[in-house]
Nanobody
Framework: QVQLVESGGGLVQPGGSLKLSCEASGNIFSIYAMGWYRQAPGKQRELVANTTSEGLTNYVDSVKGRFTISRDNAKNTVYLQMNSLEPEDTAVYSC??????????????WGQGTQVTVST
């Protein structure tokens, strides 16, 4: 089992910055990838960014050059640094962790979500 706790959401003006944190606990050694999804009202949930155990990173096109995903292995934490925020970034952001168990069984764990609102 893996537990995820997000923090760092809030209200910010356009052009501002926020840094989200996702701390993992439990069977952290089974995790091979972590990342962030977001969902805005009336829109589909989309993958924003993720990082693998090999250190590879991926971003949705709309956030490239503005968002950065990083890891602190000592703290079992993944971060999402969000710069140059736009109103279109307003959404509930949810952390996920993908775990691999015996016999190649895969499972995704989810955090509770944190609200990010970009507005004047």
């Amino acid at each position: 089992q893996v537990q995820l706790v997000e923090s760092g959401g809030g209200l910010v003006q356009p052009g501002g910055s926020l840094k989200l944190s996702c701390e993992a606990s439990g069977n952290i050694f089974s995790i091979y990838a972590m990342g962030w999804y977001r969902q805005a009202p009336g829109k589909q949930r989309e993958l924003v960014a993720n990082t693998t155990s090999e250190g590879l990173t991926n971003y949705v096109d709309s956030v490239k050059g503005r968002f950065t995903i990083s890891r602190d292995n000592a703290k079992n934490t993944v971060y999402l640094q969000m710069n140059s925020l736009e109103p279109e970034d307003t959404a509930v952001y949810s952390c996920y962790a993908a775990a691999l168990y015996s016999d190649n069984y895969e499972y995704q764990y989810w955090g509770q979500g944190t609200q990010v609102t970009v507005s004047t």
